[in-house]
């Protein structure tokens, strides 16, 4: 494993992402959608940087098995109330290919927010295989498959507090 961000620099970025948040959106209220799982950690975190009032959703997809997308996203759970009218932010923990934001963009434009931008902790432009891109990144990062603060390996390695470089020969 090796570490990639700590606790320490990704806490010092999100405490700068969280009012840059708040001045994009000015000072009505935010639905912030959690896309589960990977993003729980980066947005309990990124909600509390965040001054004012910020709502909190959840949503689930899923595409991915082992380190391959599968292409076939699908909503695993769905938000509990509706965003029509609301200034909303989905909250990911890495855009890759691209596929799961753009399917998740769709879905949830056609439930007309107001406004709907996208906040994600890191993003791999390299990968991308449709044009999409979030309103606020925490990092670029490389072609690497990374894990921790929430990302998982088939459910593995979430509860690290840092974001990690996955090396399967060290790391099993
Ligand atoms: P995309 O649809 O290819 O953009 O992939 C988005 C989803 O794939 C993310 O929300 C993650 O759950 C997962 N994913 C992509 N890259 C990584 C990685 O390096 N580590 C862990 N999960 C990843």
Redesign the pocket.
Request: charged share 25%.
């Given at each position: 494993m090796r570490v990639m961000f700590s606790p320490e620099v990704l806490a010092s970025r999100i405490a700068e992402l969280g009012p840059e948040i708040r001045s994009a959106f000015g000072p009505g209220p935010i639905t912030a959608v959690c896309?589960l799982k990977?993003?729980v950690l980066f947005a309990a975190d990124l909600v509390r940087a965040i001054p004012g009032d910020v709502r909190l959703e959840f949503l689930g997809?899923s595409?991915?098995e082992g380190?391959e997308?599968t292409g076939h996203?699908r909503i695993t759970h769905d938000l509990r109330s509706s965003i029509q009218g609301q200034n909303c932010l989905i909250i990911?923990?890495?855009?890759?290919?691209?596929?799961?934001?753009?399917y998740m963009l769709a879905q949830l434009r056609a439930r007309e927010p107001s406004l709907l931008r996208v906040a994600t902790l890191?993003d791999?432009p390299s990968?991308r295989t449709v044009d999409v891109s979030a309103d606020f990144i925490g990092f670029e990062i490389p072609d690497?498959?990374?894990?921790g603060y929430g990302?998982?390996?088939d459910e593995r390695f979430r509860n690290l507090p840092y974001v990690a470089i996955?090396e399967p020969a060290v790391d099993g």
């Amino acid at each position: 494993m090796r570490v990639m961000f700590s606790p320490e620099v990704l806490a010092s970025r999100i405490a700068e992402l969280g009012p840059e948040i708040r001045s994009a959106f000015g000072p009505g209220p935010i639905t912030a959608v959690c896309v589960l799982k990977g993003s729980v950690l980066f947005a309990a975190d990124l909600v509390r940087a965040i001054p004012g009032d910020v709502r909190l959703e959840f949503l689930g997809v899923s595409s991915y098995e082992g380190t391959e997308s599968t292409g076939h996203v699908r909503i695993t759970h769905d938000l509990r109330s509706s965003i029509q009218g609301q200034n909303c932010l989905i909250i990911e923990d890495i855009v890759d290919t691209g596929l799961t934001l753009h399917y998740m963009l769709a879905q949830l434009r056609a439930r007309e927010p107001s406004l709907l931008r996208v906040a994600t902790l890191l993003d791999k432009p390299s990968r991308r295989t449709v044009d999409v891109s979030a309103d606020f990144i925490g990092f670029e990062i490389p072609d690497a498959f990374v894990v921790g603060y929430g990302l998982d390996l088939d459910e593995r390695f979430r509860n690290l507090p840092y974001v990690a470089i996955y090396e399967p020969a060290v790391d099993g």
